[in-house]
């Protein structure tokens, strides 16, 4: 994972200069990416899946996580035109919606960390559209309050089915603390699934 005071200074000119920014260094959101780059440095060390050196983040936002990972070639994709101007500072960046992006060349990894903010139909076409080859790790929750959460999945098992994860090297579950419920006065608790495999066969 990488971090260092350059690092460090990034991020905080983000804040400075896009006060929604700190959302993207919520707990929760530090840790579900956290989990990405710690989960694929060990991965390259277990397996005979080799370090990528391209990589498609789709629904990028403000670029944390490609930040965080050791791969040098990146390119964000995001519908937000303020993401995109901030993440072209270091990265390649595309503007729409992930399900009608043009692979200019295979990527050696694609992640997608947005599956419960778009449809089945989006969802399904961009995966349709992952090149052969191509390693991906993709994320979802069962955080069904968020109003942005229009596809969320009750469990893990149901989270692989509806996101076609079928050939996968891992498949796993974490909990996380979400927002306060004010009302009854405590945390509200929700899970978020990862999972990491390989198109082949279309699957």
């Known amino acids: 994972m990488n971090f260092n005071h350059r690092q460090l200074e990034h991020w905080m000119e983000l804040v400075r200069t896009h006060p929604d920014g700190i959302e993207a260094f919520w707990p929760s959101q530090i840790r579900a990416k956290a989990w990405i780059a ?36 990146i390119c964000i994709v995001d519908l937000e035109e303020k993401h995109l101007e901030w993440c ?47 390693h991906y790790i993709i994320q979802g929750n069962n955080d069904f309050k968020n109003k942005d959460h229009i596809r969320s999945t009750v469990d893990l098992d149901t989270f692989a089915v509806k996101n076609k994860l079928t050939n996968y090297i891992m498949l796993e579950e974490q909990p996380y603390e979400g927002p306060w419920d004010f009302e009854n006065g405590k945390p509200n608790y929700f899970k978020r699934f990862m999972g990491i495999g390989k198109k082949e066969n279309g699957k």
Request: proline content about 4%; some cysteine; aromatic content about 14%.
């Open 38 to 73: 710690e989960t694929l440095d060990g991965i390259l060390m277990d397996t005979r899946m080799t370090q990528p050196f391209s990589c498609i983040i789709f629904g990028g936002w403000y670029g944390v996580l490609a930040d965080m990972l050791q791969i040098e070639d």
């Open 88 to 134: 072209s500072q270091k990265y390649a960046t595309w503007g729409g919606c992930m399900s009608k992006y043009t692979y200019l060349h295979d990527p050696d990894l694609v992640i997608n960390t947005v599956t419960e903010h778009v449809s089945q139909r989006v969802y399904d076409k961009w995966f349709d559209n992952i090149p052969e080859g191509t």
